[in-house]
């Protein structure tokens, strides 16, 4: 028995005890920030390189729901654009998604949006569905971390269960393949009302890379309303966890 505490002393604390202020490593890479002061040909020049055509050529704004951030803007226009690693970038109304030249603020909530019921009912336990519509399985891989020993995403009642009949909602990874798109639609009709859906990563927002494919087939985002967006490529799991954390208002 001296023997197993000692080694529990040893490692220490394995978990992150505040999940709202955990520092992350500086390699990160998050919310961007773009200069008040560039110039129409930086903007052009961002634009032409980036590979998703999250950069609006007008105004330079990025869109984090396109952005697979690749940094190739960055590269090119270190003096004007900058990944920061400050990954609280989850939001409920797509629109505060895209980042202006000389926003500098966090991402939040907008509390307006936010459905009643979701946090008269879900703030002490969330129970919530993955599907995996055609993801690449980085995504489904930073979900599942959100719950390990180490994140401990289950101490504030959310968690993920296998059936659909067991969960509050869905949380949708992937840009929504045609061979996934009516899984999908099953899925969501088999979770009792008031039900939420979460967009995880760029995929799922936006397609991502995979925008325009006939392979795809996203009408199921057109007839349902969505509660949360994550972005990142993949979303990292403490992006995801302070998004569901200000959704429910923990």
Known sequence: MFKELKILKHHGKQYIEDLRKQSISPLFRGRPLISEKISEEEINAAAAVCPV???????????LGRCVFCKECAFLLPESIEFTNDYRMACNDRNDLIIKP???????????????EIRDLFKGALKLRQVSAGGDNSCEMELSASCNVNFDLGRYGVEFVASPRHADGIVITGPISVNMSRALEITYDAIPEPKIIVLAGTDAISSGIFEGSPAIDRSF???HHIDLYVPGNPAHPLTFINGIMDL???
Not at 53 to 63: L, M, Q
Not at 102 to 116: A, T, Y
């Open 248 to 250: 429910l208002g923990i």
């Open 102 to 116: 000389g926003d500098k603020s966090s991402l939040v909530i907008n509390e307006m949006k936010i459905r009643k």
């Open 53 to 63: 055509r999250a950069i609006d050529s007008r105004t330079g704004s990025i869109d």
């Open 221 to 223: 985002l057109e007839k």
